[in-house]
Nanobody
C-alpha cells in the first residue's frame, strides 16, 4: 500500500483545512486508516482513525468536535477535515494504514505511512 498525503498549508487560527490521503496498490476495505501528527521536538501522536469497513471513527480528545475523518470508497481516499484550527494544531500530519483492528491509536501498529503534509496555524 502506498499512501500520498496532501492538503496541508498555512492558515490563521479559526480557519479550516482538509487533508487528503490517497491510497494505491490495494483497496482499503479491510484496513484501519489513521491520521497522526508530529510537532517539532515532540513525539508523533494519534489524531484520528477510521475503520474502513463499517466506518467507525475515533479521535483524540483535543480534536473532538473540530476534526472529522471520512473516506471516499471510489477514490480509495481518506480525508481529515480540520475546522476551528488552533496554533497548537501546528505539526507535520501523516496518514497511515494497518490491516489489523486493534490499538488504532498506537503508532507502531501501523504498517504503511504517507510522507507527511505540513499544517501551520498562525495566531
Amino acid at each position: 500500500v502506498q499512501l500520498q498525503a496532501s492538503g496541508g498549508g498555512l492558515v490563521q487560527a479559526g480557519g479550516s483545512l482538509r487533508l487528503s490521503c490517497a491510497a494505491s496498490g490495494r483497496t482499503l476495505s479491510s484496513y484501519v486508516m489513521g491520521w497522526f501528527r508530529q510537532a517539532p521536538g515532540k513525539e508523533r501522536e494519534f489524531v484520528a482513525a477510521m475503520f474502513w469497513s463499517g466506518g467507525s471513527t475515533y479521535y483524540t480528545d483535543s480534536v473532538k468536535g473540530r476534526f472529522t475523518i471520512s473516506r471516499d470508497n471510489a477514490k480509495n481516499t481518506v480525508y481529515l477535515q480540520m475546522n476551528s484550527l488552533k496554533p497548537e494544531d501546528t505539526a507535520l500530519y501523516y496518514c497511515a494504514a494497518k490491516s489489523d483492528s486493534g490499538s488504532y491509536y498506537v503508532t507502531t501498529r501501523y504498517d504503511y505511512w504517507g510522507q507527511g503534509t505540513q499544517v501551520t496555524v498562525s495566531k
